[in-house]
């Protein structure tokens, strides 16, 4: 794996360990599980006929995190997405503070503005959707006029990623990228 593909996985993870351990820092004790939320093997899902679905064979679900603080994130694992954020606002009432689509059928739409996605394995947009490297031009998928923009049509933020949430207070997404493993030179 070259340099470039093991900093950008080094990247993404440490964005993800940012926004989780934000959450739980929020929280001096353990919160306990919802009576929306449905604990499984390794998962609480909230019961949202709107993300439960599969796509390419893989499950699409909705995950809560809460806290005693009254913050409350809604993710799912569909481009490992936050799809609200419930804080108090100053009279204590619940205000949603990001933007989000209330069910998978709005993110998985042709031009949706990836609201709360993770993407890669490129983030802004590569001019002309080429790029040289070690001499090698690599011609990229066109999705934004002439340029390639955050991976292109088929970037994170189309994959259904992995999840695991221990507890009602943190979640990891993961997703094997299996154009960058091809990329590993055999020893």
Not at 7 to 19: P, Q, T, Y
Not at 57 to 67: A, F
Not at 70 to 92: C, E, H, I, M
Request: aromatic fraction near 10%; charge should be positive.
């Amino acid at each position: 794996m070259d340099a470039i593909t093991i900093a950008r996985m080094k990247k993404i993870s440490w964005i993800g360990l940012v926004a989780v351990s934000f959450f739980a820092a929020c929280n001096n004790e353990p919160a306990t599980t919802t009576t929306t939320s449905v604990k499984t093997d390794s998962a609480w899902r909230t019961r949202s006929k709107g993300f439960e679905q599969a796509i390419e064979g893989k499950e699409v679900h909705l995950y809560v995190l809460k806290n005693k603080k009254q913050a409350t994130a809604q993710l799912t694992n569909y481009g490992a997405r936050l799809v609200s954020l419930l804080v108090p606002d100053k009279d204590g009432n619940p205000v949603d503070v990001v933007l989000g689509h209330d069910s998978l059928g709005g993110y998985a739409k042709p031009g949706e503005p990836y609201f709360g996605c993770t993407i890669g394995r490129y983030g802004n947009r590569i001019a002309n959707a080429k790029f040289s490297l070690d001499g090698k031009q690599y011609t990229l998928d066109m999705n934004d006029g002439p340029n390639t923009l955050h991976g292109g049509r088929q970037g994170f933020h189309t994959k259904v990623w992995d999840a695991v949430q221990k507890d009602s207070q943190s979640i990891s997404f993961t997703y094997l990228s299996k154009m960058a493993m091809a990329a590993i030179p055999a020893t």
